[in-house]
């Protein structure tokens, strides 16, 4: 009571695509993740010669009842903007000088073409596709910082039947090369400088 209210910038793209990587124009998907409510929202499309990954990111700073970072309803709403899962999973992350490997949730979407998306959480530093493991995390963040904040990244790239595994290290790539600026960015409340 009585502080100021935070005002917030809006997310800021990693500073500069890895090197191999390159920023995209977006590629007409016409699918972006159904997480509403977020303070914070970012959509970013990168390219390595003829590879695509979107990256989105949903970030929560003041929550309250029904706008939160774990949510109850569907993720994968049906047939929403033509898109439907044809296969959900759990795939290892493994975050090469980070926390270690986690699981993210794997779905594979069809629709105009075929999409790989995976899915975690970022809560207090620390990743989980648990949404329960995601709701202790905050329950110690709020009990420990007084505050309750999380992100929800979502990794996402076009994926042939016959090519899965490709795709996969596509996205592991991506990650492996993207994650520390990333995390730069979630954890900055100023806007990135411009390069």
């Given at each position: 009571?009585?502080?100021?209210?935070?005002?917030?910038?809006?997310?800021?793209?990693?500073?500069?695509?890895?090197?191999?990587?390159?920023?995209?124009?977006?590629?007409?998907?016409?699918?972006?993740?159904?997480?509403?409510?977020?303070?914070?929202?970012?959509?970013r499309?990168?390219r390595?010669?003829?590879?695509?990954?979107?990256?989105?990111?949903?970030?929560?700073?003041?929550?309250?009842?029904?706008?939160?970072?774990?949510?109850?309803?569907?993720?994968?709403?049906?047939g929403?903007?033509?898109?439907?899962?044809?296969?959900?999973?759990r795939?290892?992350?493994?975050?090469?000088g980070?926390?270690?490997?986690?699981?993210v949730?794997?779905?594979?979407?069809?629709?105009?073409?075929?999409?790989?998306?995976?899915?975690?959480?970022?809560?207090?530093?620390e990743?989980?596709?648990n949404?329960?493991?995601?709701?202790?995390?905050?329950?110690?963040?709020q009990v420990?910082?007084?505050?309750?904040?999380g992100?929800?990244?979502?990794?996402?790239?076009?994926?042939?039947?016959?090519?899965?595994?490709?795709?996969r290290?596509?996205?592991?790539?991506f990650?492996?090369?993207?994650?520390?600026?990333?995390?730069?960015?979630?954890?900055?409340?100023?806007?990135?400088?411009?390069?």
């Amino acid at each position: 009571r009585g502080a100021e209210p935070t005002v917030l910038t809006p997310l800021q793209a990693p500073v500069a695509a890895a090197p191999g990587w390159t920023d995209a124009a977006d590629p007409g998907w016409g699918w972006t993740p159904h997480q509403p409510g977020a303070d914070r929202e970012l959509a970013r499309y990168y390219r390595e010669g003829s590879s695509v990954v979107g990256l989105y990111l949903h970030q929560y700073l003041s929550q309250q009842q029904q706008v939160e970072l774990v949510q109850t309803a569907p993720l994968w709403p049906r047939g929403a903007g033509g898109w439907r899962v044809v296969g959900q999973h759990r795939a290892a992350l493994d975050l090469a000088g980070g926390p270690g490997r986690v699981r993210v949730q794997e779905a594979v979407l069809s629709g105009r073409g075929r999409l790989l998306v995976w899915t975690v959480y970022r809560v207090d530093g620390e990743y989980t596709a648990n949404p329960y493991l995601a709701k202790l995390l905050e329950a110690r963040q709020q009990v420990l910082q007084g505050r309750r904040e999380g992100t929800r990244l979502f990794f996402v790239t076009p994926v042939a039947e016959s090519a899965m595994e490709q795709a996969r290290q596509r996205l592991q790539a991506f990650i492996d090369q993207h994650r520390i600026a990333i995390e730069q960015v979630l954890d900055s409340r100023e806007p990135a400088a411009n390069p």
